[in-house]
Each structure stands twice: as C-alpha cells, then as structure tokens.
C-alpha cells in the first residue's frame, strides 16, 4: 500500500481534523491506489478521496464515471467508490463477464452523484462529517467547487491541507520504497544507455532519446531530462539542443523518470576523454559534500545541520566559493517531498525517509557539475539506491 | 508565436477585460513561449503570464529566478521578465559568454521581486492596472496566492479566465498548427511501430513499449498510451497489461504524445488475423460515423448538429444501439481544448480549430472499437492531419 495509515491517522490526530479530502492526483493515487487518466494528463478533470481519521477501509473515491474502468482493473484500498457523470460503456451479457468486467458493471450501477461536489458532499454526509473539521487539498480541486463545497457544508470546517498531506507522505511505505528504488535504478541505467552513444558529435537530443528509449524499455515513463554538453550544462534546467558534443566537454545528467507513478532525480556528471583539471577538481568537492552528507544521515539528525556541513565540506575540498539554497530534497510520488535540506530547514530525518542529495555548481562559460544520489533513511543510517558510483565518468 | 493574438485582443474587449493573468503551465507556455519545468511536472511552482489588453509586446513573464535558464534558452515573445527569489548561478568572467549566457546574466542582475504575489502585484502596478479588471486563470494560482493577490489589490477586479483561455485556444495559429500535424503524424508511426510488434503472445506492455520508444525517438514525450487486447480493450481507459495478444483478438490504440508541448490523440483498431465478423461490421458503422462528421465539417457549422448526424450515422450504418455523449473535441497545448462535439454543445466551428473526431464504442465482454481522427477546420472544410486510412487494420 502506498500510504502510510500510521502517519496518516497520527497526524490527523495532531493538526484536529476529522477527515482529509485529495484533491490532486499525486494525493488521489497516494491514499487510493486510484491513478485516474485524465486528472494526470491534464488540469480540471476532478477526482476526490476522503479519508475520515478512522482510516483507509471508511475512505471513499469519488471520481468520474468515464475513469473507473481504471478503477475496476487497479488494485484500490477504499472502502467505497461514489462516481458521478455519464459514459455509455454496453454490457449486453452480464453473465459473460471476466471478474474485473464485472467490478466495473457493479460501479457502473452505483448512483450517479451528480457532479464531483455533490457526490463528496453525499460521502461528507453518509460518514456523519457534516459538522466535522476536514483538510482539503486546495490545490487540485477547482475554486469554484471548493466555494460549493464550503456552501453545501455551512456548519463544517473546512481547512487547506495540501501541506498536511505533504507531512503525511515524507515517510515513506515499503512498497512506496520498492518503487523509489526501481525508479533510482531506472535512471541510472538510462545513464548508461545515455553514456553508449556519447562520441564526438553526438547531439544533446540524440542523447536523450537514447536515456529516454532506456526508460520507457524499463516501463517507466520520461519526466525529467536535463542532459547538457559543455556550457550549456550550466544551465541548471537545460533542456536538449541540436548542440554536439566535443573532446573535454562535461556533460551533465539531471534526470529521472517516473516508475508505477513514482519519480526518480538523480545526477552524474560525464566527459569526453580526460576531464580538464578544474573539472576533476571541483567535481571531488562536490562528491566529498555529497558522500559528508550521506556519512551524517541517520534519524533525528536536522535538516539544516546537513545542509551546514555539506556546503562547509564542499567549500574545504576545493570550491571555497560554493553557494547553494539546498542540497537535496525528499522524493516519492510528487518529485520534491520532505524533508528539505535548506539552511533555514525545520525537518528532522525519520526513519523510511526517501531524499535526493545532491551538490549542484553552475558557472556560466565553464559548466555546470553535480552528484545526486538517492537513498533512503534506515534505523541507524541511510540504504543508497545507487549502483553507479559516486565518480566522474570519464570515457 | 502560439498565442492566437488577434483572438486574445478581441475576447478581452467581449469580455471587458484589461488583461489576464495565465497561471497553468498550458496557459502560460501559450502567452509566452515560456516552458518552466517544474511547473510542468510538479503541483506548486508558481509562473505566470500577465497580458494586457494592448498586446503582448507589453506582456509580462513571472517566473521563479531558478528557471530562468530555460527563459534565456528558448525564445519568448513578451517583452519584459520578472523574476523572483534566489538561486546561485556563478559567473566569474562575463566577457567571456555566449549570447544566451549573457541573456540569463542580464536576467539575473534584475530586480528580485520576492516571491509570485509581490513580483506580479508589481507588473500589474507597473502598467497601471491596479484599478483595472483582470481575468485570472484560477486554476493554476495556488488560492492563498490569490487571495493575497486580491488583497494586495483591493481597487482592482479579478475574475476567474481559464474559460477565457479556453476560448482565446481554441483557433490555432500557424506554429500551433503545425505542431498538432507534427505530434498526430508521430503518433501514427507510433502505431505502425507497435503493429509491427504483433504476434500471437506479444503483451499490452510490450506493444506500449514499441509505441513509446517510437515517440522518444522522433522527440516527443509519452502521455496518452491506452492499448489494450481482446475484451480489455472495453476499457475506455485501458493501461497496458501483461495480458497477451491471441488468435482474433481486437488490439486498440487510443495514444498520442506531446511535441514540443503540443498533443496528440487518435485511434485505430487491428485484429491478430481476420477480424469476426460483428467486429467488422460495427467497426465500418463507427467509421462511416466519423467520415459524415469529417463531410460536415466547415466554418459556421454548429458541433451539436455534427453529434447528431454522427450518432446517427452510426446507428444507421450497422449499430443501431450507439450512444455516445460526445464525438471529439479540440486539441493543443492541452488533450481536450475546444470546441466539444456534444448534443449540448453551443460551439460553432470557425477556420483554424483543431479537432480530434471519434467514435468510440465500448461492450463488456466483447471489446472496444474506436476510430479517431485529427484534422483542422479550413476556409472551405477540413485538412485531415492522417496519412493512415480509416480501415479496420487486419494482420
């Protein structure tokens, strides 16, 4: 199961609320199992989860009619699902049916709610929280709705909690971790697929194609592609160019695609032939800040003291003007989950947390370098997901 | 350019607006050229566009100061950027950059307004429209930030526009034409890449990987990629499975990916072998279906009539129990723009709309049959976008 109920119900528990409505289709998939096509394709298509502080089996999905095939053919830990609109889906033999044929026929002879308000309200209601203190989302529900939903509930309360599901979501499950580290391994054999077309006069296009092609092979899907040769790697969100690669150019990986939903964001850096001194210099700060960070990782360590000493190790080892706002993040469902590591950082590692730690350098005219690995906080250090290792590629 | 500026010009003036503000990634990409990353695969990150009523030369782009390389690496349209917060980019020797380098230099030596209230609370004073009306794009505005907006501006009028936007995308310019020819006809060879997978035993997953791979390798990303086999293909959502493929079997396709930020979504249907016979018969009633709209088609024809004759043509043609609520809808930077081909529908085709035509027609226990077709509205009719004819496709 992708959400973790403990953390769920405790936080519930601290922050007073009754329930919690998902709204945005990270949230949805997070406390459903429910992956809705239209609401990850595009912005508008409304599907819903409520999840009274009771738990999982008293949640119900609520989501349009024309979406629960999916339904139907996914493996989903709600209690109930409420759907609402038509869609004309024949079944002329019911007795002919396969078992997921059938789940859908039952849904389909569910009531039609209406619309995506009036069918909460109806779940809001049928659960006896009309009076209650509920989370909402905000963010993936539309305004307008969510004014008809505080309308249709005059004596509930009704809060912003998109940043209480982000709380809930930064300790990751097993299965949230089986997926994040197939994610991580996906990426890092795209690099490698990336690395066997790299000669002189390869393009940054022809590069990605060769990272994505490995990740769509793996079933998985492109998300994040920043490959960038020479300069152009300064750019810290380059996007690919005709532009070609040359003997000494750094080429930078920021990549990462998603597995069964789940991201992956990880970078190593690559150049043609030997590396030019400075390259090889700098690039060593960077890893020894990333390999200090990961040294200090373990629960109940603080965020901002890890980003003290990864910044403070990297200017020691041969960067002494090395700036960052942060120097990794966590990473699940969503590509930028707690904890952050920032200098101003309330977070506190816990146990079966998932972070990126990474060192970026950008400098116009020269380049750009960077290490992220991703791993995962265990009871008395961290699980690195990396099978590559933590050093330049020269080749 | 994307933006349809003409038509942006004089929806403003129908709806008494001084300016919009775009705040998705769809709108924002579209009123400036502008592709932020994060705001593309994350909820949260926060660009927008301001466009007043005189144009775009006076537009401003909103962006967080970390995705400005991609501001200074593509080329935009408006004529001012305003960016916010911090990110170190290091750039020791100036005289020595390229153009684009010196672009995002001169990008970052501006002003940091604070954060995405403060820095367009500033545009907008700076055009003088703090008592002006404004449609805001309430979709992709986080509603804390919309609140502050409304209270940093108290004299002036925000209403929500992601309707408006919505109409002011729904006749394309040249650029986005040619996009939307561009994305259709790689996902065609994307087809012809996955038939050429077929066999007896071949699974959904592996076709959907040959569907993808071939997407990759023209440049596109992967978004929409229903295949589904037999009786799955019922499912009007259907992802791809480890199900395979037999003797019989209907496969269909209901795909299409993104290039350069524009979508593609057609259909087709192939059997392994000959196709039964009631599979070829409703097959050719959902086709003339399609044809007869694709005939009706011309500027000032209403979609609703072309519902009716679609569904009835079917129905005439062998499928005399078709229902349907509608029979395509636009397509662009997002998978369902205007206008809708519903019986409810007001629209009214005009020259320069780009649709996607489609017939689909789901039965549990037997399969789903689907043609699908993109096309665009032209002086005098249509230019279909398919190099694939409309036929049952038997291998």
Known sequence: MLTNADRLARILRAEALDAVLATTPENVTYCSGFWSLSQWIRRGPQAYVLVPAEGLAAACLIAPTS??????????????????????????????????ERRLLAILGSEDGGDAVATTVAAIRARGLERARIGVDEVGILPAYFERLKAALPEAELVPAFETFRRIRAVKTDEEIARLRRAANIAERSIEAALATMHAGVSEREMAVAFHARTVAEHAEPVLGCIGFGARSAMANVQPSDARLREGDIVRFDVGGRYRHYRADIARIATLGTAPNRVRSYYGALRDGVLRGMEMMRPGVRAAEIFAAVVETVRGAGLPHYKRSHVGHGIGIDGYDLPHLTPSSADVLEEGMVLCIETPYYELGFGGLQLENTLRITADGVESFMTLDNELIER
Chains 1, 2 share one sequence.
């Open 67 to 100: 979406t629960l095939d999916l339904a139907a053919d996914q493996a989903l830990w709600v209690g109930e699902i409420r759907r609402y609109g038509g869609f004309q889906i024949d079944a002329p033999d019911p007795d002919a049916l396969s078992s997921t």
